[in-house]
């Protein structure tokens, strides 16, 4: 695989030291990046990042420049990783919540274009579960506090939502996913309109390269019944975000399986008690976007 690189403009707003002190840094002492472009451009790869990043903290702290750049140069890429991770936590923090909030005001005014703009961002710095779980949840959470608060409207919760939907299905198609057709199924519960934690799965699989076939909103039970007879998956996922009815008929329909099936529930729309796992099926909670991929990642006896 090649490793992304990175423009010295990216750089300085990556790392918020000017462009012409990087330039500089590179011409007077050799910290800069290990690639150019044919044109002789700057490419930066993630070690000379780390590299620059050492050198920014130690001229901060006063540190010459010519004595920080020698530092700087004499580490592998080991060292620079340990010098640099406590900068990535607190930065991975920060960029986490701006993300958060640049999404809600976004939304907040309607934006489609900076919303698939913040949305492609997070999914070009971070794989695909970080951000869903800390950057894509906590925005929707948000989004629906704020509609439920009344200082948001429907309309732009409806928006975060559908860009949200193309990217994360864009996602999906370039990954270009294969698998045994219909081995894998993902729905959303009779009724249910939030898809969107149904896509993150879909996305999540495909990026291990597994295709999965997924059905969206609202999956009628009798459906639903029908294509199991047909297709006879190995592995279904089910999402409920909205509290399900106790006398679910979908239970039943899972006791008359007849061959070896792994049920994933995931929502907080399910009950508390799940029903218990009986003859070839089995069912089990996933509590979270990688709990929930990794259960389907690693379940299928056929
Ligand atoms: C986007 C959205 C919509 C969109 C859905 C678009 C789409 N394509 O999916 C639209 C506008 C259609 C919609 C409709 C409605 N919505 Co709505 N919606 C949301 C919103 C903002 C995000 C939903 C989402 O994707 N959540 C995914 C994650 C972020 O949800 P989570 O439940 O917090 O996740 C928890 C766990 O499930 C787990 N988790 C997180 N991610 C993942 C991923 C996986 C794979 C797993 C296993 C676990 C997991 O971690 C979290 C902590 O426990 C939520 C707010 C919210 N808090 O979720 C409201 C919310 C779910 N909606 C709500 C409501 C009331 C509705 C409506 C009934 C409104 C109405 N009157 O019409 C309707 C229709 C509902 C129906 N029958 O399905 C309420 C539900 C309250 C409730 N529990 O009953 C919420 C919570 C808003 C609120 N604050 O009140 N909604």
Not at 51 to 57: N, P
């Amino acid at each position: 695989m090649t490793s992304v690189e990175w423009s010295v403009g990216t750089v300085a707003e990556r790392l918020g030291v000017p462009a012409a002190t990087l330039r500089s840094w590179d011409r007077r002492y050799g910290i800069g990046p290990s690639q150019r472009t044919e044109g002789g451009h700057r490419r930066y790869g993630e070690e000379d990042i780390q590299r620059v990043r050492v050198m920014a903290r130690f001229t901060a702290r006063g540190v010459p420049a010519q004595s920080a750049a020698r530092v700087a140069l004499s580490m592998d890429a080991d060292r620079l990783l340990i010098e640099t991770d406590g900068d990535r936590d607190a930065r991975s923090t920060a960029d986490r919540q701006s993300a958060v909030e640049a999404i809600c005001s976004a939304a907040l005014s309607l934006d489609a274009e900076s919303l698939s703009r913040i949305y492609q961002r997070t999914l070009r710095d971070r794989d695909l579960v970080s951000a869903w779980t800390e950057v894509f949840a906590p925005a929707l959470r948000t989004v629906g506090d704020r509609w439920g608060d009344g200082s948001l409207g429907v309309e732009c919760e409806h928006l975060a939502s559908e860009v949200l939907a193309t990217e994360l299905r864009t996602v999906i198609r370039l990954s270009r996913p294969h698998a045994p057709n219909g081995d894998i199924v993902l729905a959303c519960a009779d009724e249910e309109q939030h898809h969107l934690p149904l896509l993150a799965v879909e996305a999540e699989l495909a990026s291990h390269g597994v295709a999965a076939l997924g059905l969206g909103a609202r999956m009628p039970t009798d459906a639903l019944q029908r294509l199991l007879k047909v297709h006879r998956p190995s592995r279904l996922f089910l999402w409920a975000s909205i509290a399900r009815q106790v006398d679910e008929r979908l239970w039943q329909v899972l006791a008359d399986v007849s061959w070896q099936l792994d049920v994933v529930v995931g929502g907080p729309g399910w009950p508390h008690d799940l029903p218990a796992s009986s003859g070839p099926v089995t069912v089990t909670r996933a509590h979270d976007l990688s709990g929930a991929s990794e259960a389907l990642l690693s379940g299928g006896h056929r």
